[in-house]
């Protein structure tokens, strides 16, 4: 989808592959679960989502962002650099 030459980015939704996507929540609860005061980027970014939203709002946000990330590394075939998520 676009609006106005940008690219809008959708959430998780129920269309698709449903065990892909359970996988995706149960990797995001894990990683909620494990990057408590931590100073990565991406670390940053969780605790200051789970300190906003529900847990469970969290855990799609972070499942999400892992689909995103996947989907990107796949695509680009390309190694995955910790680096550019640096404006998360």
């Known amino acids: 989808m676009s609006t106005g030459g940008k690219a809008k980015l959708i959430g998780i939704s129920k269309r ?11 990797g995001a609860r894990a990683v909620l ?10 670390a ?3 605790d200051q989502l789970k300190a906003r ?3 469970n709002v969290a ?3 972070m499942a999400n962002k892992l689909a995103r ?7 680009k075939k390309e ?3 910790p680096s ?3 404006g998360v």
């Not at 990330?69 to 695509?75: D, M």
């Open 53 to 55: 939203r529900h847990a």
């Open 33 to 42: 679960h494990l990057v408590k005061d931590r100073s990565a980027p991406l």
């Open 69 to 75: 990330i996947a989907w990107t590394v796949l695509t």
């Open 16 to 26: 698709g592959n449903r065990y892909l996507r359970k996988l995706f929540i149960h």
């Open 84 to 86: 550019v998520l640096v």
């Open 44 to 46: 940053i970014w969780v």
């Open 79 to 81: 190694h995955f650099n």
């Open 59 to 61: 855990t799609v946000a």
